[in-house]
């Protein structure tokens, strides 16, 4: 089997004061094209460091994907380490020294002298082109393993390993056919809960039931390889049937892009009003497209199921009845929920006894709850039932 790692490189990286959200991206990446990672390493901006990481990989990994330290500054060493552990010089590319200069003069700059390090790869190696940014990669082969050398910002990375790397990584090793990953993902249940309800299933050689908890949300994944696919399709109906009402949506695409899109095709706008959620849940929407008519963040206020279920109606009204979604304050461990359609208006308030978790994580759960409650409002059902291990302790309607 093809053997794919990556490295990544920088203190700041290694001391997580950045999340490395490139090693995570490129981990799924790779895994839906066949050709999951089998290694992640992280080492820091110490030059002796990376050249004994390199050698080390060299002789185990088939191919191994190199990212950061090709900026202009002291603390970017990668080509200079990778030219001292493969015993070469480094030279200078003249073609993307040109491209540099275009580059800073096109937006009224000069280059600075710094800059020309970028510009610097090890003999020998390949030039790989980076079109959004000042940072060239570049390919090198060491002992039994190819690497690929990549900058660090994410624009640049993701569009070179897209564009530069796999093209070559497909033309040069015969890769098995991508695996099948069958996905659903539940509110309100425990992970134990659904693993011990799942224990059952007679699953196929190959194929294993995965599950992924981050608060408020539990995914299961059906994986396994492409040559399974049919006995895979025909065990998803009772995956489906044990998650039952905390389904809340399939797939990859998220519940706030599900929702807008679900409200782009029956013509529906949305008003929001926060308090607890300070803007998070208008922010999610807003960001997967949903057709918000407006929205507010109110400071902390306290209130009845009445009145915020007529709070809902006049925010609707005064948006020419549109839909329209409340979240009210947390109070003594309680939080209020309305929604108004032209069904009429309903009104919640549920347990939220979530005191050791951070706000942020809190308020993502209260987010996840008004956006339950929409899309059982679309499907046409209960908006007051379903949301699992979130306990609804009074409701109300107008």
């Given at each position: 089997?093809?053997?794919?790692?990556?490295?990544?490189?920088?203190?700041?990286?290694?001391?997580?004061?950045?999340?490395?959200?490139?090693?995570?991206w490129l981990a799924d990446f790779l895994f839906e094209r066949g050709l999951p990672l089998t290694r992640r390493n992280t080492?820091?901006?110490?030059?002796?460091?990376?050249?004994?990481?390199?050698?080390?990989?060299?002789?185990e990994?088939?191919?191994?994907?190199?990212?950061?330290g090709l900026g202009p500054t002291s603390d970017d060493l990668s080509a200079l380490a990778a030219a001292r552990a493969a015993g070469v010089e480094l030279e200078l590319q003249a073609s993307w020294l040109e491209h540099m200069t275009r580059f800073f003069e096109s937006r009224g700059r000069v280059m600075a002298l710094s800059n020309r390090?970028?510009?610097?790869?090890?003999a020998g190696s390949e030039m790989l082109d980076n079109p959004v940014g000042t940072a060239c990669g570049f390919a090198l082969r060491l002992n039994r393993c190819t690497f690929f050398f990549t900058p660090g910002v994410p624009s640049e990375f993701k569009v070179m390993v897209e564009k530069e790397i796999l093209p070559r990584i497909q033309q040069r090793f015969e890769l098995p056919?991508?695996?099948?990953?069958?996905?659903?993902t539940t509110f309100g249940r425990s992970e134990s809960d659904l693993a011990q309800s799942l224990n059952h299933l007679d699953l196929p050689e190959g194929?294993?039931?995965?599950?992924?908890?981050?608060?408020?949300?539990?995914?299961?994944?059906?994986?396994g390889p492409a040559s399974k696919r049919a006995e895979m399709e025909a065990l998803w109906p009772e995956v489906r049937q044990v998650a039952g009402e905390s389904l809340i949506f399939e797939g990859t695409v998220g519940l706030a892009a599900q929702l807008a899109d679900r409200?782009?095709?029956?013509?529906?706008?949305?008003?929001?009003?926060?308090?607890?959620?300070?803007?998070?849940?208008?922010?999610?929407l807003n960001q997967a497209g949903a057709p918000l008519e407006s929205s507010q963040v109110l400071a902390a206020r306290t209130e009845t199921l009445p009145e915020i279920a007529a709070r809902a109606r006049a925010l609707s009204e005064g948006a020419d009845d549109a839909l329209a979604l409340v979240v009210g304050a947390r109070e003594e461990e309680t939080l209020l929920f309305a929604i108004h359609s032209e069904a009429g208006s309903r009104a919640i308030r549920v347990q939220l006894s979530l005191g050791h978790h951070r706000l942020p994580v809190r308020q993502a759960v209260a987010s996840m709850i008004a956006q339950n409650m929409l899309r059982r409002?679309?499907?046409?059902?209960?908006?007051?039932?379903?949301?699992?291990w979130v306990r609804v302790i009074e409701r109300f309607a107008l």
């Open positions: 089997m093809l053997t794919v790692e990556m490295l990544s490189t920088g203190d700041e990286v290694l001391h997580g004061q950045i999340v490395d959200t490139n090693a995570a080492v820091g901006d110490a030059l002796d460091s990376l050249i004994t990481i390199l050698q080390e990989r060299s002789t990994a088939d191919v191994v994907i190199v990212n950061g390090k970028q510009a610097m790869i090890p056919a991508p695996p099948v990953c069958l996905r659903l194929v294993v039931m995965g599950y992924r908890s981050s608060m408020p949300i539990i995914e299961l994944k059906l994986t409200l782009r095709e029956r013509d529906l706008r949305l008003v929001v009003s926060e308090q607890f959620t300070g803007g998070m849940l208008t922010l999610e409002l679309l499907n046409g059902d209960d908006i007051t039932q379903g949301h699992g």
